[in-house]
């Protein structure tokens, strides 16, 4: 069975950084692509990034571009992703989710592994 696991959540300052990590257990999903979406409060879940297995494709939402960066250490079966200049907007549950290939990565039905979520909370 597969399993993700999000960790590295916390409080920040605004302008800080953070580091989430996902890692997968169960099977290598080298025929899947990893994603992170986040879920303001109030607000319904938002694509932020997404990356292959291989780590060679990444896609970046407008709203974190130059600020984000999704990652991956195949030894580890492990993903991550750095939030850096962090703004209270950014503050919300992070998922991991993994998508077959094939499908949009942007969209949220086509991930078919979802974790639990780690609360990141960016303070002004």
């Known amino acids: 069975q597969v399993q993700l696991v999000e960790s590295g959540g916390g409080l920040v300052q605004a302008g800080g950084s953070l580091r989430v990590s996902c890692a997968v257990s169960g099977r290598t999903l080298s025929d899947h692509g990893m994603g992170w979406f986040r879920q303001a409060p109030g607000k319904g879940q938002e694509f932020v990034a997404a990356?292959?297995?291989?780590?060679?494709?990444?896609y970046y939402a407008n709203s974190v571009k130059g600020r984000f960066t999704i990652s991956r250490d195949s030894a580890k079966n492990t993903v991550y992703l750095q939030m850096n200049s962090l703004r209270p907007e950014d503050t919300a549950v992070y998922y991991c989710?993994?998508?077959?290939?094939?499908?949009?990565?942007?969209?949220?039905?086509?991930?078919?592994?979802w974790g639990q979520g780690t609360q990141v909370t960016v303070s002004s």
């Open positions: 990356i292959s297995w291989s780590g060679g494709t990444t």
């Open positions: 989710a993994a998508a077959p290939y094939g499908n949009n990565w942007f969209l949220l039905g086509s991930y078919d592994y």
